[in-house]
């Protein structure tokens, strides 16, 4: 597998990849990434934000928009974009749909999933290849994508040598993670200087399938010296070489708002 093919089996596992009471980001809250692969060091970009969105129900519901992109010289050699929209309850925090899309230059994806939490049912629907339709019993606990689930991490009060379980969606599969605290790092970037908690996601309760069972390890670096405990990094490491995605700019939040808690400072 060639760098630039890594670099987009990278950008599609932060793409498509929340144990939630609360929502992950707030209305107006938005995170940028620079993506590094090897010597591609622009190799591509990761950019989320959370809006407020609205449905026919009563209760108010935000959505969070995560898009990647390859870049520069990468982008050259193998243009990749992609899109996930989370739509979740503003109250609870429970994913309501999850909706994936991705555009390479000879390939295009388009894929629902949507819950019956009553029945612990899910829906996923491939919109461009319907012979892909699945509905699957979800396991215990609230399902996210992975990077959103990475990014809930910074309201928990975890400390090295301790774990908490997350449920991950992975398209038509919801993967049983248990998040380790690995250790605490000091960690430097554009933004500054940060006291970091190495978080480390791994799968304890299942046999390992797709990228765990290769061997595939994800960590996330949360600021620990900041008030908003801010998901600085995000790294994949394969057997032959690591990616990274490391945090460039933050918007805050557009308001508080009683019913989205903060994080814990």
Request: charged residues 20%; glycine residues 4%.
């Amino acid at each position: 597998m060639t760098r630039i093919r890594l670099t987009y089996f990278l950008l599609l596992v932060f793409a498509f990849n929340p144990l939630v009471a609360q929502p992950v980001l707030r209305s107006g809250e938005a995170l940028n990434y620079s993506v590094g692969w090897s010597l591609f060091s622009n190799a591509g970009e990761i950019k989320i934000f959370t809006e407020s969105s609205t449905l026919e129900s009563d209760s108010p519901h935000l959505l969070t928009v995560t898009t990647t992109a390859t870049r520069g010289l990468a982008r050259a050699l193998f243009a990749f974009d992609a899109r996930a929209e989370a739509l979740v309850d503003a109250r609870t925090g429970q994913l309501h749909s999850h909706l994936e899309t991705s555009t390479t230059s000879n390939k295009k994806t388009r894929n629902r999933t949507t819950f019956d939490y009553a029945a612990r049912r899910a829906f996923y629907r491939d919109e461009v290849n319907p012979v892909k339709n699945l509905d699957y019993i979800l396991p215990v606990g609230e399902p996210l994508d992975l990077i959103l689930c990475l990014i809930n991490t910074r309201t928990w009060d975890l400390k090295p040598g301790e774990h908490r379980d997350a449920l991950v969606l992975f398209q038509e599969e919801a993967y049983e993670l248990t998040i380790h605290a690995v250790r605490y790092e000091s960690l430097s970037t554009t933004l500054g200087t940060f006291n970091t908690l190495v978080l480390e996601p791994r799968m304890e309760k299942t046999p390992p399938k797709g990228m765990f069972k290769r061997g595939t390890a994800v960590r996330v670096w949360i600021a620990q010296n900041d008030p908003r405990r801010l998901p600085v990094r995000f790294e994949v490491e394969f057997k032959f070489g690591s990616g990274v995605a490391t945090l460039t700019s933050y918007q805050p939040p557009s308001a508080p708002t009683s019913d989205a808690p903060h994080p814990r400072p």
